[in-house]
């Protein structure tokens, strides 16, 4: 899909891998919504994209309150209008075993990204669907994929991500709408400040892939939408680990339970 003149929607665009997809997209002529709960910080990303000559719209809300997105998707609607893409990026969650993790931490994992996702999905498809147009994009990482100890309830929520987008995909396989999957290796961004403890249980063959930026990963989604990529897989080293894992999954599982 073209992104010049279209309206983007992207959820957790208040900083990190959201702000690095927001600027992205409005530096590729998208016209930018931003959603987060902190308004301040979204006001502060639509300033540095109207500053480059952009144009962003930002709304703070709740994404894990389902009446908050539907609230705020009607507001969108009727200010706005219908978003051409929905970027899902808004995600937390705290790298854990079980034992140390509480079920009310695990719910809260579990409402983002998931649930967030499916809110803000649920508010916009049906009218994508009249239009019969549109894109979906669903932010994960390589936990939608492979499983290391300690950090269990972040990767479950990470692999609901990755199941709800292959089958909305399949939902959609005879419309107008694309849907797209993200996963990358870790991403420099202020989460690994708000979770401390988290970097120290990646594993060690994480070592042997680059670490990305947000520009990194906003540069590789706006390529994804424009070419209506199903997966979109970055950086290229983790798509030879990816065919490793498709060739020897046991030897694979077993090398990231050893080295988590």
Same mark, same amino acid.
């Given at each position: 899909m073209?992104?010049?003149?279209?309206?983007?929607l992207?959820?957790?665009?208040?900083?990190?891998?959201g702000?690095?997809?927001?600027k992205?997209?409005a530096?590729?002529?998208?016209h930018?919504?931003l959603?987060a709960?902190?308004q301040?910080?979204l006001d502060?990303?639509?300033?540095?994209i109207k500053?480059?000559?952009g144009e962003?719209?930002?709304?703070?809300?709740?994404?894990?309150s389902?009446?908050a997105?539907?609230?705020?998707?009607?507001q969108?609607?009727?200010?706005?209008?219908?978003?051409?893409?929905?970027?899902n990026?808004a995600g937390a969650?705290?790298? *854990?075993?079980?034992?140390?993790?509480t079920? #009310?931490?695990?719910?809260?994992?579990?409402?983002?990204p998931?649930?967030?996702?499916?809110?803000?999905?649920h508010?916009?498809?049906?009218?994508?669907?009249?239009?019969n147009?549109?894109?979906?994009?669903n932010?994960?990482s390589?936990?939608?994929r492979?499983?290391?100890?300690?950090?269990?309830?972040?990767t479950?929520?990470?692999?609901?991500v *990755?199941g709800?987008?292959?089958?909305l *995909?399949?939902d959609?396989?005879?419309?107008g709408?694309n849907?797209?999957?993200?996963?990358?290796?870790?991403?420099?961004s202020p989460?690994?400040?708000?979770?401390?403890?988290s970097?120290e249980? #990646?594993?060690?063959m994480?070592?042997?892939i680059p670490?990305?930026?947000?520009?990194q990963?906003g540069a590789?989604?706006?390529?994804g939408?424009? *070419?209506?990529k199903?997966?979109?897989?970055?950086p290229?080293?983790?798509?030879?680990v990816y065919i490793?894992h498709?060739?020897?999954?046991g030897i694979f599982?077993?090398?990231?339970?050893?080295?988590?």
């Amino acid at each position: 899909m073209k992104i010049s003149g279209k309206l983007v929607l992207v959820t957790g665009a208040s900083s990190g891998i959201g702000e690095g997809i927001a600027k992205a997209m409005a530096k590729a002529g998208g016209h930018v919504i931003l959603l987060a709960r902190t308004q301040a910080n979204l006001d502060q990303v639509a300033a540095d994209i109207k500053a480059n000559g952009g144009e962003a719209h930002t709304f703070a809300v709740d994404l894990k309150s389902a009446d908050a997105v539907v609230a705020v998707a009607k507001q969108i609607k009727e200010t706005l209008g219908l978003p051409d893409i929905v970027i899902n990026n808004a995600g937390a969650g705290k790298w *854990r075993f079980v034992d140390e993790t509480t079920p #009310e931490e695990a719910v809260e994992m579990m409402a983002l990204p998931y649930f967030a996702m499916f809110n803000v999905t649920h508010a916009f498809l049906a009218d994508m669907l009249k239009r019969n147009s549109g894109h979906i994009v669903n932010i994960s990482s390589v936990a939608s994929r492979f499983v290391w100890p300690g950090a269990t309830a972040y990767t479950a929520a990470r692999w609901a991500v *990755r199941g709800f987008t292959q089958a909305l *995909r399949a939902d959609l396989d005879s419309t107008g709408i694309n849907v797209t999957l993200y996963e990358s290796a870790t991403v420099k961004s202020p989460y690994w400040e708000h979770n401390p403890g988290s970097a120290e249980r #990646e594993p060690k063959m994480a070592i042997l892939i680059p670490k990305l930026t947000s520009g990194q990963v906003g540069a590789a989604v706006v390529r994804g939408v424009e *070419r209506n990529k199903k997966l979109i897989v970055i950086p290229f080293m983790l798509k030879i680990v990816y065919i490793q894992h498709a060739l020897f999954p046991g030897i694979f599982q077993w090398l990231m339970t050893k080295s988590g």
